[in-house]
């Protein structure tokens, strides 16, 4: 995507946002509505692909009738719902509400599904993914909940349909919480406190082995116990970087 069609999707964006008010109609009719006409309008809105207004509805069902027969299923299309307008906030507080609340529902697999993705969503910046910034040294705390949120569905409904994607999630995530503590050992580096680089680097490879920044979390500690003058770790890390990485320069010479 080039930089007008990206600014072309940011105003459209910024369009959409401003076109999903609400009415004083609409809450006029929302506030009358019995829960079946709600329920359905709910519905419709959401196979349309009008979230907004769908949660305009699901708002007024969940606070007019709790109690209702459509009560679970209300919080689970207002998850989701909140997932497809990009407002991480709702969506984590209506699924923490939800597993309060339900426990032993037969759909909580999907629940902590959503909040995985619900997660990842908070992770991630629209705006800056349209853009191309490369912002991997942001917070990592959301990517580290969504981890988590999969290993728990990993864990304990390993038959889930949703398992699956939920694996390949967590090895995007573990890749992304590499890189952020990749970069962390390199600021540690820029500010010559060695030992704390090679802590960080050392986590790289306990925590997330197999990813792309193995190598270069090997290089750091080679750096850092060498600044350190720790020469059997350096000869350690060498070691297994030659087993691993023959070509790179610091063991193939």
Known sequence: MNKIAKGAALVLLSLAITACSSSPEDDDVASKASPEVLY???RTSMELGNYSKAVRSLEALDSRFPFGPHKTQVQLDLIYAYYKMDDAASGLANIDRFLRLNPTHPNID???YMRGLTNMQAD???F???M???RTDRDPKYAQDAFKDFDRLIKSYPDSKYSADAQQRMQFLKNRLAKYSIQVAEYYIKMNAW???AVRAQSVMEKFPGTPSTERALEIMAQAYEELGQEKL???VKTVMKANFPNNELVSN
Do not use: E, F, T, W
């Open 40 to 42: 359905s309008q709910a």
């Open 110 to 112: 999907y629940v902590y």
């Open 124 to 126: 991630n910046y629209l």
């Open 128 to 130: 800056h993914d349209l």
């Open 132 to 134: 191309n910034i490369d």
């Open 195 to 197: 030992s704390a680089a």
């Open 234 to 236: 350096q000869q350690n």
